[in-house]
Every structure is written in C-alpha cells, then in structure tokens.
C-alpha cells in the first residue's frame, strides 16, 4: 500500500530524482541529440530548483511512497492562469510522475484526487493541465477523469519541439 503526503524541503533530492527518472521514462526515447535531454534534467530536475519550487506559496508537492522507497510525486500551482481559459480562480496541474513500475497501482489517480480536493478547498474553479500530444495514455487518463481540451501549444527542449495539448476541468465535473 502506497504512502502519500505533502512533501517537505528535505524531499527535493527524493523529488529531483523521481523527475529525472520518470521524465527519461516516459520522453527520453524521444531525442535525437541526448545532450539536450541531459541539460534539460540538470536544469529542471536540480536539487536546488526543487528546493526553491517547494518552498514558493502558491505550490503543492505531494510525494508518494512505496516501503519507504519514493514512487512519485505531484505538483500543483495555486492562482495559475492559461491563455486557454477566462478564469480568475484558477490552478495548475503541472505534474503527476509515478514509475513505471508502479503505474498500475493508481498512484497517479491518487495524487490526482488530492490535489482536486486542494484546488477546490482555495476556491479554484478550474484546474487545468498540459500533457504532451503523444503521450495518449496520460490524455485517456485525463479524459477519464473528465478533463476536456481547450488548446494545443508547442513546447521546446533545445533543438526539440513538442506538441502539448491544454486540458481543463471545471469544479465539480
């Protein structure tokens, strides 16, 4: 059985390495150059920016354990705006990472439901995500949950361009 909770600082190392980790997983196959992939772990999954990230007001980590061994995590953002949808009470989404090995076990869905329940508790009336275009098991999780597409968007990681589609789901759907 799965343990999880809000993280604290000293699970940025945890939390830095589970990016790396599950990003790699799930989009490393995806470079042709490895070296954009490697500077782009150093620099979004650093102990430091972690560190940094976990202590900012307006975000959530939730860190989820396995026998005591880290599995994932997930990261909310209070008050974050979309250009894809008109709210003013609104919250992100930014990551559900959980390894591979352990997806099956609904840990996602899990960290999902917590940060639902956080997002409504501070008065957001929608939450809003952005998953990458190919990554079609994370969408039919999403859509599942009742999440709609309201945008696509490109995102660079050096020489590499990727399609995200923007996903929303209004309180209480």
Do not use: C
């Not at 998953?131 to 994370?138: D, E, I, L, P, T």
């Amino acid at each position: 059985m799965a343990h999880i909770r809000i993280a604290k600082q000293e699970d940025a190392p945890f939390i830095a390495l589970l990016g790396r980790v599950t990003f790699t997983e799930a989009f490393g196959h995806l470079f042709e150059d490895v070296r954009d992939l490697h500077t782009y772990l150093s620099t979004t999954f650093s102990v430091q920016k972690i560190e940094a990230s976990l202590i900012k007001p307006n975000n959530i980590f939730w860190i989820a354990f396995m026998e005591k061994l880290p599995i994932g995590y997930a990261k909310l953002k209070l008050h974050s705006p979309s250009d894809f949808i008109q709210s003013e009470r609104i919250s992100q989404l930014q990551k559900i990472y959980v390894l591979k090995d352990f997806q099956s076990m609904k840990i996602g869905k899990k960290l999902q439901d917590l940060m639902l329940v956080k997002a409504t508790e501070i008065g957001s009336e929608y939450i809003w995500l952005s998953v990458f275009q190919g990554n079609k098991r994370a969408i039919a999780f999403y859509e599942k949950n009742n999440f709609k597409f309201v945008g696509n968007h490109e995102f660079r990681i050096g020489k590499k361009v990727f399609d995200f589609v923007a996903m929303s789901k209004k309180r209480y759907e």
